[in-house]
């Protein structure tokens, strides 16, 4: 049975997350007071964004230490019903082969390249299109691309979701239905109109191809966690970089359009207290 200190300190864990994060604005304020940057200061969508990308470079790989099991498990085919299948029979292993990311492939908000060396580990992968329009970003990511090896493999896509068939607005184009999988990684719940854009990317994927889905989203397995979840809601946008916890991001999915699959579930092992729940699982078109 959970004691109460844990069940405490799980409710509790949001609000010390965004302590963290306000640790960061003083020193992102000086720096563009230093750098002179006034139109950034004045700018609540350009300081968000220095702010977390400055919070996230520490947050970041703590983050990623803890969901990298389940992402390369994910991404190596290995998911079924929220859980990860560590079995060694062919049956097996021909079905994580068979699920496995390969060609094509759109990172849905890379942010500072968290999870690229997860495509060169997975192998199979010829062309990756990593979505990041947040500038504070970019750096880091291209760092990670160069030090993943994917040089050449890997290219940054400095625009948003609704921009990646204009060739105007980048050095490239993404025709529609021309993507073999979509990954997207804990960044559904921040990107803008998020149901239109879910829509939008659906139209690049392939029939028959596949979307690797790993997020956190409403809670839904008690009404105290709703309630509580949206009260944490209230303050957690605005610290955490525009993060919504309360999107019903399955839903927005299976919307999009017609699947042949859609298998995503909660890890089971997550508790009920947990104000961060996540989905997990892959959608085939």
């Not at 609540?44 to 996230?56: N, S, V």
């Not at 989203?217 to 979840?229: E, G, I, S, T």
Request: contains cysteine; glycine residues 10%; charged residues 20%.
């Amino acid at each position: 049975m959970t004691s109460l200190g844990t069940i405490f300190w799980g409710l509790i864990d949001p609000w010390l997350f965004m302590s963290c994060s306000l640790y960061y604005l003083p020193p992102t304020i000086l720096a563009l007071l230093r750098a002179r940057d006034v139109s950034t200061l004045f700018s609540w969508p350009r300081l968000q964004a220095a702010w977390f990308g400055r919070f996230w470079a520490w947050a970041g790989p703590g983050v990623r230490e803890g969901g990298q099991v389940r992402v390369g498990s994910l991404l190596e085919g290995r998911v079924r019903g929220g859980q990860i299948v560590d079995g060694d029979s062919d049956e097996d292993r021909a079905a994580a082969a068979a699920l496995r990311v390969r060609g094509v492939v759109i990172e849905v908000g890379a942010g500072s390249g968290m999870w690229v060396n997860m495509f060169a580990k997975v192998g199979g992968v010829q062309r990756v299109f990593g979505v990041e329009p947040n500038a504070a970003s970019q750096p880091a990511l291209e760092r990670r691309v160069k030090e993943a090896g994917l040089d050449g493999v890997y290219e940054v896509v400095p625009v948003g979701i609704e921009e990646l068939g204009d060739a105007s607005r980048w050095d490239g184009k993404i025709e529609p239905e021309s993507v073999d999988c979509i990954v997207s990684i804990l960044c559904l719940c921040s990107i803008p109109d998020q149901e239109a854009n879910i829509a939008t990317l659906y139209g690049y994927l392939k029939k028959g191809g596949r979307w690797y889905v790993y997020e956190h989203v409403q809670a839904k397995r008690n009404l105290f966690m709703k309630l509580y979840q949206r009260f944490v809601n209230l303050f957690w946008p605005h610290v955490i970089g525009g993060c919504e916890l309360c999107r019903d991001t399955e839903t927005a999915l299976k919307n999009a359009g017609e699947w042949q699959s859609f298998e995503l579930a909660q890890p089971p092992e997550e508790p009920w207290y947990h104000t961060l729940p996540h989905i997990l699982g892959v959608l085939t078109k």
